[in-house]
């Protein structure tokens, strides 16, 4: 069987979503370098001439999930005339976008991949936070907000949707709802469109 040559990154993102299959299928504990290897038909030492271990694997792979799903929670945000009323009412929220059924979605999402979910849940208010500070700055700028510390908001902004968002006992709909109505009532952002 001739050997097959792939980009460095192609090779790359090849491991990430061959581990995250493995992760979902066996269990992160149960899965091992050799085990990912074999399932890409390769020797273990291409495995570890790009991750030096599982863990440096699963952190990429979350890393890049995190930054997949905050990319598209923001990407609204960047319309720079868009009051910010009309931006809450219309952004996204992590149930709106978590929706997938990849193996990334099964690993953070599973039942039994509760601790897993909350990395990545913080992994992506992490990323998220400085283009929630850059829109309550331009909302400070266009005098639709009065906010001394936008850096403060911002943090509450995002962090303080997981309280919200992890509440089982209420429906997933009413948890975006409430959200989006606090945040336009605690930034004081006039909103004729209630």
Request: neutral net charge; proline residues 3%; glycine residues 4%.
């Amino acid at each position: 069987m001739p050997r097959i040559t792939k980009e460095p990154e192609e090779r790359r993102q090849e491991i990430l979503d061959t581990s995250m299959r493995l992760f979902y299928e066996k269990g992160y504990e149960k899965t091992s370098i050799t085990d990912i290897a074999k399932a890409m038909h390769v020797a273990q030492g291409l495995c570890y001439r790009y991750f030096a271990s599982k863990e440096e694997i699963f952190d990429t792979a979350l890393e890049q999930y995190a930054e997949s799903l905050a990319a598209q929670m923001t990407k609204g945000m960047k319309d720079k005339e868009v009051p910010l009323a009309q931006l809450i009412r219309e952004m996204p929220t992590f149930l709106e976008t978590e929706r997938d059924d990849n193996f990334y979605y099964k690993v953070c999402h599973g039942q039994e991949n509760w601790k897993i979910h909350q990395q990545m849940s913080m992994k992506v208010c992490e990323k998220m936070l400085p283009a929630v500070k850059e829109v309550l700055d331009r909302a400070v700028k266009k005098g639709e907000i009065v906010c001394k510390d936008t850096q403060t908001a911002a943090s509450f902004c995002v962090y303080g949707q997981l309280g919200i968002l992890l509440d089982r006992n209420t429906e997933p709909e009413q948890r975006v709802q409430k959200i989006k109505t606090f945040l336009i009532e605690m930034l004081g952002v006039s909103d004729n469109k209630k």
